[in-house]
């Protein structure tokens, strides 16, 4: 048999903490590994450009770091399946690596390619890697099922101890091969000039999950929910396209643990574990429930009556509703393809409860901007905020205004992304209500695009509406 082994990397774009690439450098044998530039994916109305950016200069980035250590990665071009047989048989490679992913179309293109490279002769290897504890192992005690609820999910899974990160090969050998490079973006028609607050890349990934574990991670319980100051860890790109490792941030944060010099300081990384594990949640849930990524959880709520407003969805979207906390994130979201997880939530809460849009319109705006776009993250945010998802108590309505006096009391956050406002007194900024009409017209600020109060109203009765027709199916 073939000592040539494959490693193929979809959203693992490192060298670290790599299960499959660790596996297959403990053959002994040589090593090549390969990313498939998807044309499904990239040509998808969905998929950002800013993404595309991230995973392009993450690729580039890891080739380099591949020959650093006497390696080879392939770039190719076209349908996966197709092209990594080809590949697999022009070297007459004995085996492929490649980590598990939990979305649909992933699952399915695996499957598909395990097939095929069985058909074909050659070894797969499939190895635990996007989440701390595979889906399959974390159930209820009574029935051995998911949880579809985030507490008891938790509790199961943080008493559970976690892997360690994997180390890195020091050296590999490579077959001779064409490695080529990762298209252009205007090539690809993707092209993206815009500004991000992260750096692509294993190395820029590896650099801030080190300086949030030294500098934010203590204070991150105070200052997670406040947009003005850089109180969250920017981690989410990195995650997404794994240009970090879940096993070496969790070490990395058990490693502060034990070098917190404060009970305070151990409160506030414990509540950035928690958030590791509704990333964990999300994708245990979409992998469980695939059917997630097209309807809300809650099935009832495919009836809601929501309205098809193209105008108020496009005053959305530019970040022209009048509601300055609303707006100011949607420019954020706008111009660095990112945005304060707190803002996520409100404008989420806008959308579906003042602007009555459907939640789907919302998602899918988000993951055309988003560098961290993730189906999993994003789908169970949206679905969380339109109070059809998983979450137990579901009818939250958020008050804008409420939000900013809460978390932006300054308005700095406002302040920075709403320029024509500049000089307006902080109390006006932040209670949209009280920001008069004619001096947003001398500001050319927009006047509030809906009444939060009674729209707040029409929602509750739609709301009740569809629960009112679960209770009595007939009635339909
Ligand atoms: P930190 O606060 O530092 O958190 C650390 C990491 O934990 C994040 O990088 C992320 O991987 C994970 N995380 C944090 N909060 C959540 C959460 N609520 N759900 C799942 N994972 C979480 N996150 C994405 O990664 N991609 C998305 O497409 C996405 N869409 C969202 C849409 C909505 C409507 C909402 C409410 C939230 C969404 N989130 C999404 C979750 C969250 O807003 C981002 O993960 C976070 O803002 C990223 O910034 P950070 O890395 O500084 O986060």
Known sequence: MSSIAIVWHRRDLRVH?????????????????????????????DTAPARIYFLRESVLELQKAYRTIGGRLAVRVGEPVQQLVALAQAVGAGAVYFNDDIEPYARERDARAAEALR???ITVH???????????????????????VYTPFWRQWSAKPKPKPFPTPERLEAPTVEEQSFPELAQLGRPFAGELL??????SGLEQLEAFAREGLYRY????????????SRLSAHLKFGTVGIRAVWARTMDAWKQAEHDRDRAGLAVWQQELGWREFYKYELFHLPQLAGRPFRREFENFQWDEDQERFERWCQGETGYPIVDAAMRQLNTVSWMHNRLRMIVASFLTKDLLLPYGWGERYFMQKLVDGDLSANNGGWQWAASVGTDPKPLRIFNPSTQAGRYDPKAVFIRRWLPELEGVDTALLVTSERLPPLMRAQHRYAQPIVEHKRQQQVFKERYRAVRAQQADPGAR
């Open 119 to 121: 058909a074909a002769g």
């Open 198 to 203: 992260v750096s692509p890349g294993e190395q």
């Open 17 to 45: 903490d790599n299960p499959a690439l660790w596996q297959a450098s403990r053959t002994g044998g040589q090593v090549l590994a390969v990313f498939i530039v998807d044309p499904t994916i990239v040509e998808r109305d």
């Open 126 to 148: 499939a190895c635990a890697e996007i989440l701390l504890h595979p889906a399959g192992e974390v159930l209820t005690a009574a029935g051995g099922k998911p949880y579809t």
């Open 221 to 232: 319980g105070e200052r997670r929910d406040l947009p003005g100051c850089d109180g969250t």
